[in-house]
């Protein structure tokens, strides 16, 4: 099976939740700086719990979408996460390692958009264990993303490479099929942060 071919588009709702995180973060870092020990160790490993310190409460929390790019295993990740208030829905975005120890920036989404998103999202033991098994986290680019859309087949991407150009990738998720590795090619933009790292992925892996 040939996947389809991917562009360095990010999901809108990640898209989104990065820009706020630009414009909100900075006077967060003022208020309340992190500090480099709670830093320490992020990675897709790692990262779930951070998501869950984000949150007000520690349960029925799910990822609705999670990017990551890694640098010779120097990680940052933008996510959106909604939680369960009572009998409504939260929702936010976590942007890591700018604002780790920090609760989620409020999400500006409604509350039937996120308890649709909420419906969808994989929780954090799930995500735990997809990321337990990518490859290539200390390489010297490397990309991670969650992509839940709203029809289709969820899946996560991961992708890895000594520098940008051709990578390898695998995708697992909701498909019957099972992961697949395939080739793909990696940018790098370091500027923009949790996003910089980009993935193009056209073909299977021999």
């Known amino acids: ?43 897709p490993s790692t990262v779930t719990g951070y998501l869950r310190a984000a949150a007000p409460v520690t349960d029925e929390i799910r990822v609705n979408g999670i990017y990551g790019s890694g640098h010779r295993g120097a990680w940052q990740f933008v ?12 929702g936010g975005t976590v942007n890591l390692p700018q604002l780790a120890g920090q609760p989620a920036l409020t999400s500006e989404a409604g509350e039937a958009r996120l308890t ?45 490479a000594s520098q940008p150009g051709p990578a390898v990738c695998r995708q697992q998720g ?17 500027f923009r942060d949790a996003l910089s790292v980009g993935v193009n992925t056209t073909e299977n892996a021999p």
Do not use: Y
Not at 79 to 90: E, N, Q
């Open 1 to 43: 099976m040939r996947p389809q071919g991917r562009t360095q588009q990010t999901p809108r709702l990640v898209q989104a939740a990065w820009a706020i995180s630009l414009l909100c973060g900075a006077a967060l870092l003022l208020l309340n700086p992190a500090t480099a020990e709670t830093t320490v160790g992020l990675a």
């Open 79 to 90: 996510a959106h996460i909604t939680w369960r208030d009572g009998i409504s829905i939260k």
């Open 116 to 160: 649709f998103e909420h419906g969808i999202g994989w929780s954090l033991d799930r995500l735990d264990g997809a990321l337990e098994h990518i490859g290539g986290v200390s390489d010297g680019v490397a990309v991670v993303e969650l992509e839940l859309p709203q029809s289709g087949i969820a899946s996560l991407v991961s992708c890895h």
């Open 174 to 190: 909701d498909s019957a099929a099972g992961p697949r590795e395939f080739r793909g090619t990696l940018t790098d933009e370091p």
